[in-house]
């Protein structure tokens, strides 16, 4: 399975690999992602600026990461604790619940950290989890 850069041809597949992930969370009682969120705009805003990166099997998207440097204005009052080179931001993150528990978060992370020689901080890491716990 090889991680290439999302193109706007696979919005269709990042549109269902998302329904599958919402459900699977809300199934879980985790309500994170909803009807607005991420949404048809969202994903191709992220693919046409070349920010998401997705693993494509058998013709489906079963993972994908949003990674650039935005920060969402909810983390304003974190404190980055490491300040060396570009922070990689990681926005969406999603693996297929099909394809869960076989490695592709990491795979996907290290996309991330890789992304434009920067550097994912374990802040940002925290804030992803503190994200997906809610």
């Given amino acids: 399975m ?4 999302g193109t706007i041809q696979h919005l269709k597949q990042v549109k269902y690999l998302y329904a599958a992930v919402t459900q699977n969370l809300r199934s879980s009682g985790v ?6 969120y991420p949404n048809r705009c969202v994903i ?3 693919l046409k600026q070349e920010q998401m990166y997705t693993i494509i099997h058998a013709n489906n998207c079963i993972g994908a990461v949003v990674v650039n440097e935005v920060l969402s204005h909810k983390y304003t009052g974190v404190i980055r604790k490491d300040l060396s080179g570009r922070p990689a931001v990681i926005h969406p993150l999603a693996v297929h619940p099909d394809y869960q528990g076989q490695g592709i978060v990491k795979k996907l992370l290290q996309v991330a950290e890789q ?5 994912v901080s374990e802040v ?7 994200e997906i716990q809610k």
Avoid at 115 to 119: A, E, I, L, P, R
């Fill in 115 to 119: 992304w434009q020689n920067c550097k």
């Fill in 31 to 36: 309500f994170q992602w909803d009807r607005y």
């Fill in 124 to 130: 940002y890491v925290w804030m992803l989890l503190q």
């Fill in 44 to 46: 191709s805003k992220d």
């Fill in 2 to 5: 090889d991680i290439i850069l």
